[in-house]
């Protein structure tokens, strides 16, 4: 997977702002100030390199998702077979859900998200090179899949892409409907979104 270079300081102002959020302080509480001393940076350094803390703290979260996707990336490659890939794929959805750095589950709890998408939309390549980076991890996937054929060939990748994010999608809803589920553990949901995933591609 490519690599986007950043300069010491902006990677410290993001790490920062992370750094921030894991503590719990909510992004739209956060302050310049604030992002200056959990980055060990001038408050003028900041200005430097962003017009605004929105535009700081938007960049941070694009940031961070890269991060996470490179990480899941090769989590997900070092594991064998495609049972294995999968669930750890799972495994990595569930640990995102249940943390509170999850960015967007962050702004969409905090709300005002608008204030950070109009900086996010801004981006639009960043956020279709987080896609073609998740698409990447599903060909691995599903490539391990059909060598071990456990999947079938029959289907276009279109297809593929479109089962593999529907059972994804569907393991991740269980995390916001809980109340609903209460007698369903996750390794349950994790069973039946593989179970969804292998009869969509056979």
Do not use: W
């Not at 702004?107 to 939309?121: D, N, P, R, T, V």
Request: aromatic fraction near 14%; proline fraction near 1%; charge should be negative.
């Amino acid at each position: 997977m490519d690599n986007i270079l950043y300069s010491e300081k902006k990677i410290a102002i993001f790490n920062g702002i992370i750094a921030l959020m894991r503590k719990g302080v909510n992004p739209y509480s956060i302050k310049v100030s604030d992002i200056a001393k959990e980055a060990d940076i001038g408050k003028g350094t900041v200005y430097d390199y962003f017009a605004s803390k929105e535009e700081a703290i938007s960049q941070a979260i694009l940031f961070n998702i890269r991060e996470e996707i490179e990480e899941a990336y090769y989590r997900i490659k070092a594991k064998n077979g495609f049972k294995e890939k999968y669930y750890e794929l799972l495994h990595i959805i569930a640990e995102r859900m249940e943390s509170n750095i999850f960015p967007f589950k962050v702004l969409l709890s905090a709300g005002g998200i608008q204030k950070f998408y109009e900086y996010i939309s801004e981006y639009k390549y960043d956020m279709c090179q987080h896609v073609s980076r998740i698409n990447i991890i599903y060909d691995h996937m599903l490539e391990t899949g059909v060598e071990e054929k456990i999947i079938g060939e029959e289907e276009d990748s279109y297809y593929r892409y479109m089962a593999i994010a529907s059972a994804v999608m569907g393991f991740s809803q269980y995390f916001g409907q809980r109340t609903f589920n209460q007698n369903i553990s996750i390794e349950e949901a994790a069973e039946a979104s593989y179970k969804l995933l292998i009869k969509a591609l056979n």
